[in-house]
């Protein structure tokens, strides 16, 4: 009978999601930072820098991190604030941060979001407002104009360097240990330079798309 090396398996599995359990963990602890700080912020008065704050904390999206949520609410709170102390510079300011990093960190699997469309309808309503002359009229900026583009060939880079790098790994498991499991880096360096390569063009696929 033959029995399996769970050694290669394990480094493999280990080097797939170690990159990703790191990125989590600043994740987390950058956007806790952020919010934090920016409820420093608004406490004390400085709202710019309590919106730059909540902004970043919105940024650091990453699955069961709370923080960017916390930010998106405490931004929107605060812009409906301004706007009802008649500081349409800093509403439209925050208004802006809650959407533009919603668009930033839209996905392939993204929905539409409320809030997004909260904030889009509000930077429309404020600027109008705000554009119109005493007595006359302006036509408002389209809220189709707001609309995010996802750029196809940095998503497709995206799915084709993620896919790349598992399998990179998979085959370097598979193949790159003996029956001790002690590395042949001879019969392992192509599909780990493979996996290598498929990682670097995840990482600019995420930052571009």
């Known amino acids: 009978m033959t029995t399996v090396n769970w050694r290669p398996w394990a480094i493999g599995a280990a080097l797939l999601l170690l990159p990703v359990a790191v990125l989590g963990v600043r994740a ?19 709202t710019v820098r309590a ?37 349409v510079e800093g509403a439209l300011l925050a208004w ?7 668009f930033a960190t839209t996905t392939l699997w993204t929905p539409s979001s409320e809030r997004r469309d909260t904030a889009v309808a509000a930077i429309v309503r404020l600027s109008d407002d705000r554009l119109v002359p005493e ?10 104009a707001f609309a995010p583009e ?20 998979w085959v ?15 019969d392992a360096r192509a599909s780990f330079a493979v996996a290598v390569l498929g990682f670097a063009v995840f990482i600019a696929g995420m930052l571009l798309a």
């Open 51 to 87: 919106i730059e704050h909540y902004r970043r904390a919105m940024r650091w999206r990453f699955p069961l991190n709370p923080h960017p949520e916390r930010a998106a609410r405490a931004l929107a709170t605060l812009a409906e604030r301004l706007e009802a102390e008649g500081d």
């Open 150 to 169: 996802l750029s196809r060939f940095w998503a497709a880079l995206l799915l084709l360097g993620f896919a790349s790098w598992a399998c990179g790994l």
């Open 135 to 144: 007595g006359g009229s302006t036509r408002a900026p389209s809220v189709d």
């Open 96 to 102: 802006r941060s809650v959407a533009g990093s919603d």
């Open 172 to 186: 370097t498991a598979s193949r790159g240990f003996d029956a001790d499991g002690r590395l042949r880096w001879h």
């Open 28 to 46: 987390t602890l950058t956007a806790g930072e952020e919010v934090t700080q920016g409820a420093s912020d608004d406490e004390a008065g400085e």
